[in-house]
């Protein structure tokens, strides 16, 4: 049993902790207020190799993986959860075609991901279907060696930076709840009848815009479907393969959290003392401290056990585990350290506010608490996981 960080993501996690630091650091309040796109965030991920980080060497990525990309996404978020979001895009919308794309595709749409030169985002919720997924509208009618797509997505991170959308369409009957219902295509921005509609007002994680992505009859090649028609399965490997790096951004935001209010609470003087020197703080310091440390193991190992190809059903619950723990350790890490500040930590002279509303919207996410619980819940009814 090793718990080192690899070596070779030692110097990836110190580089990034740097420019987290010098870079993400000034900008977070700023993207926050003007709600508006960082661009310079996401070319110096581009300069720096960030956004290659998922994407295999030989699609011109780097091949750090998902332990990478965690690991990467762990330190942006310490300072910027919108920022992170920018590096969860490239795997959340690449992760179908890494897992059942053709080798054409991968070579058409991975390595623009890698240099930058495109973007991509995910198009599962729609207004009436987010956790039941089932419940989509968005049709792909077969016509001729073409499939046309109608519908509306909704909530889609990242709608308006895109070039290209991974989309998912009932290919079976409209009605049916059958997995094998459900098609994964990959639609060009450019594709006539391609529309973004309404961009959402957020309570958090402002600056990457999330909206709604109108397919009117949208004529998408054959080619363009990943893995076989009625390939949903994929979609629900990709995301369980994403799980640590929604957790990442969990961990990161709760490390940030504790540590700024740490160093406010040892330098803020209250009854003859520091508000630091209360036991009752110390405590509150000592227990999420700790919640943090058994968040990144179970994180650090789903992200291992993604590399290793272990995101089928078997793994399920370990990989839910990291998302629903450090998400939930997110929003409760982020409201004691608000308090921790006082009314200081209420105003937007200190950063503890925005941390507050951007945990919030973790626990949505890729699946919501309750949606976690409920697969690690069947793992252990069907023992995939059972300690005997
Ligand atoms: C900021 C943001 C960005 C997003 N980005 C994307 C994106 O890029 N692409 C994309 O496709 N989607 C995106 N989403 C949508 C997100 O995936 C959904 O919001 C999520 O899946 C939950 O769906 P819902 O909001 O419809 O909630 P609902 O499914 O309506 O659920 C409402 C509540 O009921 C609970 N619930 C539902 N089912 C059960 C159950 N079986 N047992 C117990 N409780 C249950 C839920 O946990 C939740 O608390 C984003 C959402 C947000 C907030």
Redesign the pocket.
């Known amino acids: 049993m090793d718990f080192d960080v690899p070596p070779e993501l030692v110097e990836l996690q110190a580089t990034v902790r740097q420019l987290a630091q010098e870079r993400v650091a000034p900008r977070a309040r700023e993207i926050d207020l003007d709600e508006a796109y960082p661009q310079d965030l996401f070319e110096l991920f581009v300069e720096t190799g960030l956004t290659g980080l998922c994407i295999p060497e030989e699609y011109g990525g780097s091949g750090a993986g998902i332990l990478g990309l965690t690991i990467a996404i762990e330190e942006v978020a310490k300072y910027s959860n919108a920022a992170a979001l920018i590096l969860l895009?490239t795997r959340?919308p690449t992760g179908s075609l890494l897992i059942a794309g053709s080798e054409e595709q991968k070579r058409k749409y991975l390595p623009s991901i890698a240099d930058g030169a495109q973007r991509a985002?995910?198009?599962?919720?729609?207004?009436?279907?987010?956790?039941?997924?089932m419940g989509m509208r968005t049709r792909a009618v077969a016509d001729g060696d073409d499939w046309v797509l109608t519908g509306t997505?909704?909530?889609?991170?990242?709608?308006v930076q895109a070039d290209w959308y991974c989309v998912?369409a009932k290919t079976g009957p409209a009605d049916s709840r059958a997995h094998d219902s459900i098609s994964v295509f990959i639609v060009d921005r450019e594709t006539p009848g391609l529309s973004i509609g309404r961009t959402?007002k957020?309570m958090?994680?402002r600056g990457v815009d999330?909206g709604e992505l109108i397919l009117d009859e949208v004529r998408v090649p054959a080619a363009n479907v990943v893995g076989e028609i009625g390939g949903f399965r994929i979609c629900m490997l990709g995301l369980n393969a994403m799980r640590p790096i929604v957790a990442a951004r969990g961990i990161g935001l709760a490390e940030g959290a504790l540590m700024y209010a740490v160093e406010y609470a040892k330098s803020r003087a209250a009854f003859t003392e520091t508000i630091a020197d209360m036991q009752g703080i110390q405590w509150r310091i000592a227990e999420l401290a700790t919640e943090i440390e058994a968040a990144r193991l179970l994180t650090y190992r789903a992200a291992w056990m993604a590399d290793r190809g272990q995101y089928n059903k078997k793994w399920v619950p370990y990989l839910s585990m990291c998302k629903y723990y450090a998400t939930e350790l997110a929003v409760k890490v982020s409201n004691h350290t608000l308090q921790m500040l006082g009314a200081a930590g209420y105003m937007q002279d200190h950063p503890m506010e925005l941390y507050y509303r951007d945990a919030k919207?973790l626990t949505?996410?890729?699946?919501?608490?309750?949606?976690q619980?409920?697969l690690i819940a069947k793992g252990v009814l069907d023992h995939d996981l059972w300690w005997d």
């Open positions: 895009l959340l985002a995910f198009g599962l919720s729609e207004p009436q279907a987010g956790s039941d997924v997505k909704c909530w889609m991170s990242g709608v998912f959402d957020k958090g994680v999330t919207q949505i996410v890729e699946g919501t608490s309750q949606i619980l409920g």
